[in-house]
């Protein structure tokens, strides 16, 4: 829902008394927000005598206020991936999601779930998250899916670091936490997708 501040600014006119206090409440609708003015007897007399007006007037956030939203995004991505490379070096382990060692799926669920994010606890559940990012689409803190085996499914994923590296819990030759490159090597023609957990406005990486 779009925040919207309400300010009452006054009732216009000379010697307005301080008995003539107008209520103003306000309610949304299909068609957009709709305000209500009630005041007493008293009010509607002055305002009758002296030609006074009641003005209300409604202000949306200021642009600083909405990048709010943007600042946080890239303090919880930061936080996501700090938390991931605090993990460099756990050792993998089958079924397993931490906190000392994990499995592909069990290490993104791990992650996210330190940082308050719920996610699927499967590799193919979290490729569902959201719609497919190509990879000249991924940002920081997206998580990436692979199909290591070239069977038509997703059975591996990991969190894009940027500047074309994820990190991820292998079974290959690390057997641990470790940060691989989507570019060349092994996982360059495995990786299928990324999906986005935290909604953000910037720049690929």
């Known amino acids: 829902m779009r925040i919207v501040y309400i300010f009452f600014i006054a009732i216009l ?3 307005a008394s301080n008995d003539c206090i107008p209520t103003i409440s306000m309610h949304y609708t ?12 008293s009010c509607k007399s002055y305002i009758q005598k002296s030609d006074a007006n009641i003005t209300v007037v409604i202000t949306y956030p200021k642009e600083n206020q909405i990048n709010q939203s943007s600042s946080n995004d890239t303090t919880l991505i930061d936080n996501i991936i700090a938390t991931a490379k605090s993990k460099l070096g756990s050792p993998y382990n089958p079924a397993h999601a931490g906190p000392d060692s ?4 069990g290490f993104v669920y791990y992650v996210f779930r330190q940082n308050g994010i ?10 569902l998250i959201s719609k497919r990012l190509n990879k000249d ?3 920081r803190g997206d998580i990436v899916v692979f199909d290591t085996a070239h069977r038509g499914h997703i059975n591996h994923s990991g969190i894009y670091l ?8 292998t079974s290959g030759r690390a ?10 090597g092994f996982y360059k023609d495995k990786f299928r997708w990324g999906v986005r957990v935290v909604s953000k406005s910037q720049k690929p990486n």
């Open 13 to 15: 006119g000379l010697g």
């Open 30 to 41: 299909p068609k957009g927000v709709e305000v209500d003015i009630s005041y007493d007897k």
């Open 102 to 105: 994990f499995d592909c799926s």
């Open 118 to 127: 719920k996610i699927p606890r499967t590799s193919r559940g979290q490729s």
């Open 137 to 139: 689409e991924i940002k």
């Open 162 to 169: 940027g500047n074309g590296k994820f990190i991820h819990a």
């Open 175 to 184: 057997y641990s936490v470790t940060i691989s490159n989507l570019e060349h």
